[in-house]
């Protein structure tokens, strides 16, 4: 479904019976990007990113696909054990944890955990004695929508004393993992983050510690307003920089927004309209509290919008709206300038594209407004 552009998309949103604010999901878009990106990347094992979106019928249908998992808590992963996922087939790739989810989780079968500090590693081999470690490299994410190098990530001239002191501590050093940041729209990034791994390996196998994974992690970008690199193009890079590597390792990577993005559609609807400073406003039943808060995390982020209107011509009268939600907070604004139909009256809908990653599991009921039902598109 490309609903921005399809009118069956919005035929099939017209059929939800739910009231709004609702996030609607097409798992047949799921199966479909499942299917783009193992084609691309053909040799690398993929572990969905739970956090961008943890419903259980996504989680049932990427299961149904062949993916595998990665955590960041231990609530996680009680979503994947009730769904009969095995925990062996389940990563831990959230850098800092508390000592009760590392031994919740290993108690239960995880064994492969992340780290990027030597206080990690003292923790894991406290709670997870001779478990799996691989080690997060902090590698460059600009031209990346959203950055995720400040808070994790350690220096790569780091990483041989980090993974050395892994094996004096009885865990198996397994492998090294990078992120070039979520919505990553700058290809060459892969490059750096190869070139910084492989010296990482090379100085490794110097020292008689050969590793067994590389885990290149998510930020595969979707369609938003903005154009993209396709994923052929960017597996393409990733597949010239695996030819760098000194020797065969098993590949992961671990896409989130990516596989469910653009399957959901947030639907809200006109409750009031107003001009402020001879500027037309809307105000919707669902705002960023509710489902856009990653839209604080960058300015960049802009949603495709389209509306249930029937008939929408080119040429019909167009406004310049500022799209705000419907709490008592003057931050509870979703988009300025948005170019919509001047007919739009209370009532009608705003529809919200690729956005089925990062919305409604960020929601708050702030002022008691709900976060957005999840509904499943049929058909």
């Given at each position: ?7 069956l998309?919005k ?7 739910a ?13 479909t ?86 206080e ?17 490299l902090?590698?460059?994410n600009?031209g ?16 041989v ?15 090294l ?5 979520s ?47 396709k994923?052929?193009?960017i597996?393409?890079?990733i ?31 006109i ?14 039943d ?5 489902s ?36 008592c ?6 988009e ?11 009532g ?32």
């Amino acid at each position: 479904m490309n609903p921005t552009n399809d009118n069956l998309g919005k035929d099939k949103l017209s059929k939800v019976k739910a009231s709004t604010p609702f996030l609607a999901i097409d798992l047949d878009n799921i199966d479909t990007k499942y299917n783009e990106l193992t084609k691309a990347l053909n040799n690398f094992s993929v572990y969905y990113a739970v956090k961008c979106n943890p419903e259980k019928p996504i989680l049932q249908r990427l299961k149904t696909l062949g993916s595998k998992y990665e955590i960041a808590s231990s609530g996680e992963l009680d979503r994947l054990i009730e769904i009969g996922i095995e925990p062996k087939d389940v990563i831990f790739s959230n850098p800092v944890k508390s000592r009760e989810q590392i031994e919740y989780t290993f108690n239960k079968g995880v064994y492969r955990f992340v780290f990027d500090s030597p206080e990690e590693l003292k923790k894991l081999s406290e709670v997870a004695p001779g478990s799996s470690v691989y080690l997060r490299l902090s590698v460059s994410n600009h031209g990346s929508l959203i950055s995720l190098s400040n808070k994790f990530g350690a220096n790569k001239s780091h990483a041989v004393d980090l993974l050395s002191l892994a094996k004096d501590l009885g865990l198996k050093p397994y492998g090294l993992s990078f992120h070039v940041g979520s919505q990553s729209e700058n290809i060459h990034l892969w490059d750096e983050a190869f070139d910084d791994s492989v010296d990482v390996i090379e100085e490794l196998n110097d020292i008689g510690i050969k590793l067994q994974m590389l885990n290149i992690g998510g930020g595969f970008p979707i369609k938003y307003n903005e154009k993209v690199p396709k994923i052929k193009d960017i597996a393409k890079k990733i597949h010239k920089n695996v030819k760098k590597l000194p020797y065969e390792l098993e590949l992961f990577c671990e896409p989130g927004r990516y596989l469910v993005g653009e399957a959901g559609v947030i639907a809200g609807k006109i409750i009031g309209k107003a001009t402020r400073q001879n500027r037309p406003w809307i105000y919707l039943d669902v705002g960023r509290f509710q489902s856009f808060i990653e839209m604080f995390e960058s300015d960049s982020l802009s949603y495709p919008i389209f509306t249930s209107l029937d008939n929408v011509s080119k040429n019909e009268p167009k406004s310049m709206y500022t799209i705000t939600g419907p709490s008592c907070d003057s931050y509870d604004t979703i988009e300025r300038d948005v170019s919509l139909p001047t007919r739009l009256k209370e009532g009608d809908f705003l529809y919200f594209a690729s956005a089925g990653a990062y919305t409604h599991v960020y929601g708050s009921a702030f002022n008691d407004f709900p976060v957005p039902e999840v509904v499943y598109l049929k058909g």
